[in-house]
């Protein structure tokens, strides 16, 4: 029979293991340190990941930026960023207007079901951004 | 050496937008996963890759440990002239892996 004083302790101990994750703030600090504290409008970019995911381990995903990509009017960036991750970022790609498209695919690894968000840099100096709400059956990055 | 697979034209029209979609196989080590003896094992990933055109660089791309094992990035360039392209991972443990292909612009 476990008493109360046992119960919290392996509570407490409980807490203290689980993995350190970051939060929505530091999603949201990340994203601050990105723009230079400028806030993203909604907008421009198209952020296409599967909504329920089975293996969190890989999951595709491609960010596709309404851009001309001339010299004049291109895309400089796209950065990635979670909420619920051991960190914030996911992966920064920086383009130039020879990239043609603002473009890019990667497979990348979720925790948990969270918000997934991706901001657009542009040369003129503003940022767009869009999110998506992702569904993890089988999380990554916990299990050895 | 890491094996890699690039899949790209061989030959393109002059200013047409060219897809490169590129894989090399790593074990991306997060750093956050604890071992079979219950330590954490440090972390092992490809902090950065890059891709030039004859010299130039056209693309960048910084990862961290959210990006899955074996590290698949896709993007686009425009072919501007025949020549090189050669592609570039640099990570942790003075990890470093550059690939060249040639492509035919008319």
Known sequence: ?????????????????RPAAATPEDQAAAIRAFTGGAVPREGRVELDIPPLVENGNVVPLKVTVQSPMTAADHCTAIALFN????????????????????ELATHMRLATSQYITAVAAMSDGSFWSTRAEVIVTLAACIES | MA????????????????????????????????????????????????CSY??????????????????FISFTTVA???????FTWEGDNDFRQTETRDIAVT
């Open chain 2, 54 to 71: 004859n010299g130039e660089q056209v693309f960048q791309a910084e990862l961290s440990s959210a990006i899955a094992a074996n590290p």
């Open chain 2, 80 to 86: 501007t002239e025949s020549g090189t392209l050669s």
């Open chain 1, 1 to 17: 029979m476990l008493n109360r004083r046992e119960f919290a302790a392996g509570a407490l101990l409980a807490l203290t293991l």
């Open chain 1, 83 to 102: 909420e619920k991750n051991p960190q914030p970022q996911v992966a920064t790609a920086r383009f130039g207007p020879r990239a043609g498209r603002a």
């Open chain 2, 3 to 50: 094996r890699v697979l690039l899949n790209l034209p061989r030959s393109a029209a002059k200013g047409a937008v060219i897809e490169i979609r590129t894989l090399i196989m790593h074990p991306m080590e997060s750093g956050f996963r604890p071992g079979t003896n219950g330590t954490i094992l440090a972390r092992d990933i490809i902090t950065r890759f890059s």
